[in-house]
């Protein structure tokens, strides 16, 4: 394909930012939550910085962060820069389905999303990040969703 045809294909420039939708909201608010709200609640004493977490927990929690900004952003970009909103969706929809299937699983590994004798708020029963992310979760499968009309691929 030429650099002229590129220039002109859909998911590329001004088309591209014409054709965005409420698909790329989604991918927006989830970014917003990956690369600032979650290293807002996380970068301090109680988990990164936390005295009674070994080296090794803290390493791991450093990479988790910065994988899921990484993938955040690189799904901003897709949606809002290239126009491919549906496949953005579905890379944000991993990071965030990932922390909801942590959850589901703690059982088999001995983990938990709330902190021993924290005051986590547990509206409706549920934990605040998990509410957050199923609430994003469902947005972004509606994302990844083919409308009547559109293809199924990503």
Wanted: aromatic letters at 6%; a positive charge.
């Amino acid at each position: 394909m030429s650099i002229f045809a590129r220039m002109s294909h859909p998911t590329h420039g001004a088309a591209a930012r014409r054709r965005r939708s409420w698909r790329s909201g989604a991918v927006t608010l989830s970014a917003i939550v990956l690369v600032v709200l979650i290293p807002v609640l996380e970068v301090n004493d109680t988990h990164l910085f936390s005295p009674d977490w070994p080296a090794h927990a803290r390493f791991h929690e450093a990479w988790q962060l910065l994988t899921n900004a990484g993938l955040a952003a690189a799904a901003l970009w897709l949606a809002l820069a290239r126009g491919r909103e549906r496949l953005a969706a579905g890379l944000v929809l991993i990071v965030v389905g990932s922390l909801i299937l942590a959850c589901a699983f703690g059982g088999l590994y001995g983990g938990a999303i709330t902190r021993p004798g924290g005051d986590d708020l547990q509206p409706l029963g549920l934990s605040l990040p998990v509410l957050i992310m199923s609430a994003l979760a469902v947005a972004l499968l509606a994302a990844v969703w083919p409308g009547k009309r559109e293809p199924i691929h990503l």
